[in-house]
Every structure is written in structure tokens, then in C-alpha cells.
């Protein structure tokens, strides 16, 4: 194990970066911060130059000298400066209970003053360690540690994670074996950020950066945790957080308002952190609409979107008209910093409007998870996100250099889902068991391993056979301990829709009676967008016969609302994604069955058991569902693992052809037809109407273009 640097905001990088080389020969375990914390008291806020926990040396805080003192003012003031350090780490490390003992603090804090030349002891009486970047691993050398327990609540503490425990007490839990009695136990798992995701959150380079991770990894968090990060630090920046989903709004607004309040004792200023849904509505300004402003233009609205570029492409195509009139015009750039989460979702000229009005360097922070993406294409490379030079050299190049903040991370593990139903929604997702073989995979082979797997058998590279499976530290240990793999993971094929729904009711009844879940504990995932609307409504009667309340997300309650206290949530993916839930059912997985657009179908079923916290229920009924059950059937019989061939170069391109092949009209064509025909069987399957209900003529055409078509079969 070896000491870890996350490389935050210093003053003096290359300083910063000697002190921690020195602290390199004195411990080998637990984390050095520089330019983290920023603590803040009653009156002001105090930035810390470097900050180290380990188990070796226990707390450590670091002041970085500009000049040697020449004076008894000098030391004074030196001493001064490490006194009111003490004092704000006494009055932040104090708030929390873990960290005290009796009426003491239960960690000693040691102060060290490193100046940039020898120095002469300081005047009597001064507390503290003062000394020059030489004698630095000397002084620390001599510090008692503090154990295990204690040096993860520091951690705790320090990262601001306390203030996202879960607000639910579950009072109401009696039974010690049900599982609203495991929730509590998993959701007071989450406490400490891990490695990975402490680094994403503080390290903050001079330039773009990429945060990748599979969903419930922690994207989210990190970039809120940024945000207030750096907008405590730099006040005057202009900062932008941008998302996909409109559910999102709220959790995100609740995640930086809290760190931003720890970090300086106060809500952070919206006219200078803005939390933007990506387009924005008539009520809210969105990042396109500022930017649109920004350009001297009007922002278009959703239906003039829709009307001129269609459904799947209205955003695109707005995004594509105002990219146009940016690099005519050239306005100013107006952003400090933008964060963007669900990057995956979001189309290159959006990427290439933030990166004209950021200012440079270019701070652009963006989060994604490639198979969250909820379309046929795969995420663009960053040349073809944000562009390239005159001389073809990328616009945003992404290298990790050592003793730097990373403009690359990858976070490998997921916190939300079990390592069963995370493996589940990737062998779906790829289609991995499907009959036609696989449908997607990432061009890189590697990042396999980046997010959690391992090879059992083959290699990571192009061409080659695999298997892999989850690794053993790729999941919480609590997962293992109090969740077994037939019950986190179950699917279920119906015959009908109706059968499937009474047993979808039965299942939340016994979950809200016996279960010990509360309404909001459980949220119903329905795949198919686009006939949500219709769809819904069939479902909630049958659970309003079974006596349980719900509501679907966007129409019986705000686009930003998804959970209602006593009221179960149905939301169509789009609601749902961004959102998660300690047990989720995903309904009519056999959607996810269809040729037409199979891989943005695939993508959906994998958004939607990743919005899991601890179970997931995938339900779907009719010989589609055949499809689905047996692929679910096949990874449990390989123990969860993932086997298949990785594509070559040349199979992965035509992969990207076949998907790419369409028009968005066309793509919109063939989905409204094919709607039309699934609405008319299910109502027909389901005598609410008659083949005589249908217009002679029209019956007429479709019997003969079935025979043209289908020649060999009896029409």
C-alpha cells in the first residue's frame, strides 16, 4: 500500500508536490491532501496548503511559508497563522461525534509551518512544528498514529461525505431480518469516499477532465463535491453544473448546497454556481439558453425542436443551428468552469458550444457511463466531442502525468447495484448471451478492468475470447454480507400483461407489509418511453385494486419530482435515469427484445436494473420475453460471468455502420409504425377491438402487402 496525493488547488503547485515527496519517506499508507480542505469558521474561511491522515502519523496540517521570518513580528505571525489553523480544524473535527472522546477531540492535530530555507527555533512557548521542506520527514517521523477506526472517521470528516447519509431513520423497523432492516445497515455502509472518487472530486487540473464510471459509482457526488469545491475557493468564477436528466435537478441542488455549506458556513451564491438542466424549459434557464443568450440569439424551444429535427434529434439539431452562428459571431466566453453529468446522453456540438464559452484553460469537468447512454451511437472520442486544431492535434487531449492531477479518472466501484445485477445489466446491455451475438462494446478492451471485472480466461484486447466476472473489491463487502444472489436478482415471464401486473402488485404489497419498505423505497421502471403514457395507467389500476397508491413521474407530479411520501413511483426511463431506488422493478423487459433500435433498447433495460440500491424485479411477458429470460437464465448459470469473443476493429465498425444506418426520420418512421402496430395487437390480443373494427380498404392493403412480402408464409 502506498501513500496516496490527491493534487487539489495549492498556491504553489511544485512546493506542494516536494512536501509530499518528503512525506513519501515516512509513510506508506493514508492520504495527503494539498490545497484541501477549505475550512470555514463563523467569520471566514481557512485554506489548508496540505493535509495528511494516515494510520503511521495521525492528523497532520501544513502552512507553506512565502519568505524565512527575520523577526519577532514575523514569528508572531507565523505563529498566529498556526494557531487559527488549529482552532478551525478543533471547531470542524468537533462537530462530529465519532471524533470525540468524552469532552476531548479523540485525534491529536499537529500543525507544521514548512518555510523555504533553514530556520531558527521560534521564540518559547510556541506550539506547532516549524521547520524547512529538508526536516520535514524528520519532524513527522516522531508522531504517534491513531488506529483504523478513528482515521476513517477523520477521513469521513474531511471529505464532507457525513452530510450525504441517508436522512431516513427507518424507526419503524421491528424485524432485524427484514429488509427495510438491511437497508439500514447498507445505507449506513456509505460513508467515506474511496480513493478513486476523493481524487475526481478535489484533483482539479488546468484543463478539461473526464470522470468515467459505471452507474452508482458515485459521478454525481464527485461532481458536487467539485463544484462546491471550487466555487469556496474561487468565488468570482462563474461556475456552471449541467445534467441530461430533469429529474436530477433536485438531488444535485441538495448535494452542492450541502458541501458548499460545510466548506464555507453558507449557501452557495447562485449568481455565480448555477445549476442548469442542459436545455432549460419556459420556467428555468437551461446551459443552451445562457449560452443562446451569450450569442445574442434566441434559444429554440422543444416544439419548434421537435417540428424541425424530430424527436430523437431535436436537441442536436438546435445545438447544431446555434454552434453555427457561435463560430460566425464568436462571441466571449463566459464560464469558468462547466461540470456536466450524463455526458453520455448529450450530443458533440453541445460539448463544442461549452468549450467556446469556457474561458481558457478550459476547465470542463464531464461524467459518463458509456452503456447508460440512451441511443443507438457509442460515446464520441474527445476529437469528435470537442473538435480539433487547424493542424488535426485534439482540442482537448487527455493525459495522465505523474505528480498532477488526472484529467482521466475512472471509478471501478459501484456502490448502488450488486455485483449480480450489475453483471446481469452488462451481459444485457452488449448482449453477451444473445443468439445474434454481441451488439456493442467499448473500443478500448482495457476498461474492462478500469470499471471492476477480471479475467478469468483469455485476454483484454481486441479479437480475443474473454471471461471475466466482478472483482472481489469492486463491490462493498456489505452487499456479500446481507444480501443473497437469488433474491437480489429475479426475473419473472408472464404469459399476459395482466398477469404480469397482478404479480408485480402482490410482490409491492408484501414488500410494504411484511418487507418493512416504505412507498419510496420502490420505484417501477417502464422501458418504453414513448407509450409510457398509455401504459401507466393500466398498471396503476391494478395496484390501486391491491390498494397501493402511485403516481407517474412527469405527469402526476413535476418533471423534477420522482419520489411521493406514500406513493409508489412509476416513471418511463428518461424520469427514472439519475434516480435510484432500494428496490426497483423493471416491467415489460421485453421491449428490450426488439430488432428495431437494439441497442438503445439494450441500453435502456441496463439504465434501468442499474437503478437498483439492492434488488431488482425484471418482469416482462409474451414469446419476446423468451429472449430476455433466457440470456438472464444463461448468466446465472455461468455464475455471473461474462463470456464472448471482443470484436476486432473491423466487426466494431460494423457494428457502429448497422447502428448508424438510419436517418432520425427514418429512425422516427419506423418507430411510430411499429407503435402503432404493438398498440393494435395488445388491444387486439386483448378483444378491446375486432379486425372487422378496421376500414375495409385499409384491411385490403395490409392482407396484400403481407402477401407480397411474405410469400412463403400462410397470410
Sequence with gaps: MALQVVYGESRDRILASLLAEQLREVADEGTVYLGYPVLATADETVEVDALMVS???????????????????????????????????????????????????????????????????????????????????????????????????????????????????RSSVQDDASRGAVLKIIEAGIANLDQWQKAAAIETPQGPQRIRGLAGSGKTVVLALKAAYLHT????????????????????????????????????????????????????????????????????????????YGMDDAFQGVCRELLTIVRETRPDPVFDVVLIDEAQDLPPEFFQLVYHFTKDPKRI???????????????????????TGPDGEPLVPLVNRDKEPRKDIVLPVCYRNTPWAL???????????????????????????????????????????????RKHDSAPAYFREH??????????????????????????????????????DILIVLPDVYRAKSRAPRLMRTLREHGIPSHLV?????????????????????RAKGNEAPMVYVIDAQYAAGDYNAVTR????????TRSRAWVRIVGYGAAM??????????????????????????????????????????????????????????????????????????TRLVTKLREELPGDDA
Design 554 to 574: 412527469g405527469v402526476s407530479t413535476s418533471a423534477d419530482t420522482v419520489f411521493v411520501r406514500d406513493s409508489i413511483a412509476l416513471a418511463h426511463i428518461f
Design 602 to 609: 439494450r441500453n435502456t433495460l441496463f439504465t434501468a436494473i
Design 233 to 308: 475557493q474561487h468565488p468570482e468564477w462563474r461556475i456552471a453544473f449541467t445534467y441530461y436528466s430533469r429529474a436530477l435537478h433536485e438531488q444535485i441542488d441538495n448535494l452542492v448546497t450541502r458541501f458548499a455549506f460545510e466548506y464555507s458556513n453558507d449557501r452557495p451564491d447562485a449568481d455565480y454556481l448555477q445549476i442548469m438542466h442542459s436545455w432549460g424549459s419556459a420556467s428555468r434557464a437551461g446551459l443552451y439558453s445562457e449560452m443562446a443568450r451569450a450569442a445574442g440569439t434566441t434559444a429554440r424551444d422543444w416544439n419548434y425542436a421537435r417540428a424541425t
Design 365 to 387: 469537468v464531464w461524467g459518463y457511463d458509456e452503456l447508460q447512454k440512451l441511443s443507438e451511437s457509442a460515446m464520441p472520442s474527445t476529437d469528435e466531442l470537442f473538435g
Design 626 to 699: 423468451d429472449v430476455i429470460s433466457r440470456e438472464i437464465d444463461t448468466v446465472r448459470q455461468k455464475n455471473f460471468q461474462l463470456e464472448f469473443t471482443i470484436p476486432s476493429r473491423a466487426a466494431l465498425d460494423r457494428m457502429r455502420h448497422l447502428n448508424r444506418d438510419q436517418s432520425g426520420q427514418s429512425r422516427a418512421s419506423v418507430r411510430q409504425a411499429t407503435e402503432g402496430l404493438q398498440m393494435f395487437m395488445e388491444a387486439y390480443e386483448a378483444e378491446e377491438i375486432d379486425l372487422n373494427d378496421i376500414p375495409p380498404a385499409l384491411r
Design 483 to 520: 444480501l443473497t444472489v437469488d433474491d437480489a436478482v429475479v426475473m419473472q415471464a408472464f404469459d399476459s400483461q395482466e398477469a404480469q401486473d397482478i404479480w408485480v402488485a402482490r410482490q409491492i404489497q408484501k414488500n410494504l407489509d411484511e418487507d418493512e419498505l416504505e412507498h419510496d
Design 423 to 469: 453483471a446481469t445489466a452488462h451481459a444485457l446491455g452488449i448482449g453477451a448471451y444473445s443468439e445474434g451475438g454481441l451488439l456493442q462494446h467499448f473500443d478500448e478492451p482495457e476498461l474492462w478492468d478500469d470499471i471492476g471485472y477480471e479475467t478469468v480466461r483469455g485476454q483484454l484486447v481486441l479479437g480475443a475470447p474473454v471471461a471475466l466476472r
Design 55 to 169: 494510520r503511521s502519523h495521525g492528523l497532520v496540517a501544513f502552512l507553506l511559508a512565502d519568505s524565512v521570518p527575520q523577526s519577532r513580528e514575523d514569528w508572531e505571525e507565523a505563529q498566529t497563522r498556526q494557531d487559527r489553523l488549529y482552532d478551525v480544524l478543533d471547531s470542524t473535527l468537533s462537530k462530529h461525534r465519532t471524533l470525540r472522546k468524552r469532552r476531548s477531540l479523540a485525534v491529536d492535530i499537529n500543525t507544521v509551518t514548512v518555510f523555504p530555507g533553514p530556520v531558527d527555533p521560534p521564540v518559547s512557548g510556541a506550539e506547532g512544528i516549524y521547520c524547512d521542506l529538508q526536516e520535514v520527514a524528520a519532524e513527522i517521523g516522531q508522531l504517534p498514529g491513531i488506529d483504523e477506526s478513528l482515521e476513517r472517521a477523520v477521513q469521513a470528516a474531511l471529505q464532507r461525505v457525513t452530510t450525504i447519509k441517508p436522512v431516513k431513520k
